[in-house]
């Protein structure tokens, strides 16, 4: 019966003490809630949490399963960009030739008007009718015997031969 008092006495000390703790931890919890409150802003409570975790001593162990990955994943992005930038370059080659092609037509096109309006300009400039007309308004008249140098030489004067034309026969008879 003694040994029950005694453990009786013990359970009642050990009781008290953690009754005494109880409410230390209840009047400590309760002064942080009021200091918490008062500190306080807007209408959501901000909440506190220590942590008490310490990473200095972690350290990173090598994965080179990982690092094969990266490299392969790396390699064919690279492939990737590069052919992404083949194919872009391309393209805009493409579209700047396409414009370099039609200012060439555009220039092509402006040059056959430009022929076509010399040739005009030829044809009416070489009538004989217009130089025959100019030549009379200088007072000039139809060439004399020996007037006419020809380019080949020899006599000025000299009979030239008549040559017949045999297509031209043929349509005269």
């Given at each position: ?23 230390s931890l209840t009047t400590r919890n309760r002064e942080m809630f009021e200091n918490q409150r008062r500190a306080r802003r807007g209408p959501t409570p901000e ?127």
């Amino acid at each position: 019966m003694a040994a029950s008092a005694m453990a009786g006495q013990q359970l009642e000390m050990l009781g008290s003490r953690a009754q005494s703790r109880a409410e230390s931890l209840t009047t400590r919890n309760r002064e942080m809630f009021e200091n918490q409150r008062r500190a306080r802003r807007g209408p959501t409570p901000e909440v506190f949490f220590t942590k008490h975790i310490d990473n200095s001593r972690i350290v990173k162990a090598d994965d080179p399963e990982r690092r094969r990955e990266m490299r392969t994943f790396s390699a064919v992005m690279s492939v990737l960009f590069v052919l992404v930038m083949v194919y872009v370059w391309q393209h805009f080659s493409a579209i700047e030739i396409g414009y370099h092609v039609e200012a060439q037509k555009q220039q092509v096109e402006q040059l056959r008007e430009e022929n076509r309006q010399l040739r005009l300009t030829e044809a009416q400039l070489t009538d004989p009718g217009r130089i025959d007309k100019i030549a009379k308004q200088l007072g000039l008249g139809e060439p004399q015997p020996g007037q006419v140098v020809r380019p080949e030489g020899g006599d000025p004067n000299a009979p030239v031969l008549a040559q017949a034309n045999t297509a031209a026969m043929q349509i005269a008879q």
